[in-house]
């Protein structure tokens, strides 16, 4: 494997099958550290810069908290603080922003900008989440998976992603699915299956795609499946008059007991990369629920996800050593295993 030095991160394909293992296997170690108090700083006087054109909590705190572990200094931009795009282009942004730091963040809407960041800076650049891709969260669901299916090969885990599979989090399990050999069953509704210009892109690869079904058959799709994912109906960015179609085309994929029930494996878990509208706790869950007349949660169940099956309060955790992972390796020289994993 070559090193990961000064590589971005702008979809999950970026990186070969063995370059997701290494990392993979690197977040084990920095999660192992942490835990003991034994962590060692990689980072230190590196400076990343953080661009929030949408909201965050997970990805924002992961990328800080992982930065300041390791001795690097990071600076926040949030959605109205800056000039990038409206007063300044992003080509003279992104040269100022390289000639200050050695990394920068980007979450926003179009993975254009991506490709001008990191082709002015001349600087690693790394996707916290675009319209289409989100490919430091689905790092983090792997290592999760791998964590919760001990005594199984990630080609031997089956997963089923449930709800809008026109999402980033769906692109990207399809972009990691295609060579990372995931087993991966989509269900959803005809209207909200992945789009042919996306499912194209990942067939000029020449891979073979045996390993990913497609599906609006929810029993057939969760049968005997390890994971169930899901994710919310609207994303940030869509407009909220979409709600209405898509609650009456989706509520029929909720994830609930029933669903469970369906996969037919007593050990099943619950994945979601959160925030999740299961209950009318967020202001936003609130007008929905009532709205729609609707009681028990959107995407999912609040009784399923309140329970142990639910294992998205790990896959958060899990996005701060993963995302530790990358900014060591792709901002130090420092090579940790030799061998192929
Ligand atoms: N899952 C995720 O990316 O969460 P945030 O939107 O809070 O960063
Ligand atoms: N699909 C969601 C993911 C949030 C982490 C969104 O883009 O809003």
């Given amino acids: 494997?070559?090193?990961?030095?000064?590589?971005?991160?702008?979809?999950?394909?970026?990186?070969?099958?063995?370059?997701?293992?290494?990392?993979?296997?690197?977040?084990?170690?920095?999660?192992?550290?942490?835990?003991?108090?034994?962590?060692?700083?990689?980072?230190?006087?590196?400076?990343?810069?953080?661009?929030?054109?949408?909201?965050?909590?997970?990805?924002?705190?992961?990328?800080?908290?992982?930065?300041?572990?390791?001795?690097?200094?990071?600076?926040?931009i949030g959605p109205n603080d800056t000039h990038i795009g409206y007063k300044e282009s992003i080509q003279d942004s992104a040269k100022i922003l390289g000639q200050m730091y050695d990394g920068i963040q980007y979450r926003g809407y179009y993975d254009n900008i991506l490709q001008n960041l990191k082709k002015y800076s001349n600087k690693p650049v790394w996707n916290g989440l675009t319209n289409t891709f989100h490919p430091t969260q689905i790092l983090a669901d792997l290592f999760t998976m791998i964590e919760a299916c001990p005594n199984k090969k990630l080609q031997d885990i089956r997963c089923?992603?449930?709800?809008?599979?026109?999402?980033?989090?769906?692109?990207?399990?399809?972009?990691?699915?295609?060579?990372?050999?995931?087993?991966i069953n989509i269900i959803s509704p005809k209207i909200y299956q992945p789009k042919k210009i996306f499912l194209l892109k990942s067939n000029k690869k020449k891979i073979n795609n045996t390993n990913i079904s497609f599906t609006n058959d929810v029993k057939k799709g969760v049968e005997n499946v390890d994971f169930i994912y899901t994710d919310v109906w609207v994303s940030m960015g869509e407009n909220k008059d979409v709600w209405?179609?898509?609650?009456?085309?989706?509520?029929?994929?909720?994830?609930?007991?029933?669903?469970?029930?369906?996969?037919?494996?007593?050990?099943?878990?619950?994945?979601?990369c959160?925030?999740?509208?299961?209950?009318?706790?967020?202001?936003?869950?609130?007008?929905i629920h009532n709205q729609f007349n609707i009681n028990n949660g959107l995407e999912i169940s609040n009784e399923v996800f309140n329970s142990p099956v639910n294992i998205s309060f790990q896959q958060s955790e899990n996005r701060l050593h993963t995302i530790k992972a990358l900014l060591i390796s792709c901002l130090s020289k420092k090579i940790f295993f030799k061998n192929k994993n």
């Fill in 244 to 272: 209405k179609k898509k609650i009456n085309a989706l509520y029929p994929y909720q994830v609930n007991q029933n669903m469970l029930d369906m996969t037919k494996n007593s050990n099943v878990k619950v994945l979601h």
């Fill in 1 to 76: 494997m070559k090193t990961l030095y000064q590589k971005s991160f702008l979809k999950f394909s970026d990186f070969t099958y063995e370059e997701i293992l290494y990392l993979i296997k690197l977040s084990k170690l920095v999660k192992r550290q942490k835990h003991n108090n034994t962590e060692q700083k990689h980072l230190k006087g590196k400076k990343i810069v953080l661009i929030f054109e949408k909201q965050s909590t997970r990805t924002r705190c992961a990328f800080e908290i992982a930065a300041n572990d390791q001795g690097a200094y990071t600076t926040y």
């Fill in 160 to 183: 089923a992603y449930v709800g809008d599979a026109q999402n980033n989090i769906a692109n990207t399990l399809l972009d990691a699915a295609t060579f990372m050999k995931l087993k």
């Fill in 274 to 287: 959160l925030p999740a509208l299961h209950d009318k706790q967020s202001s936003l869950g609130l007008e």
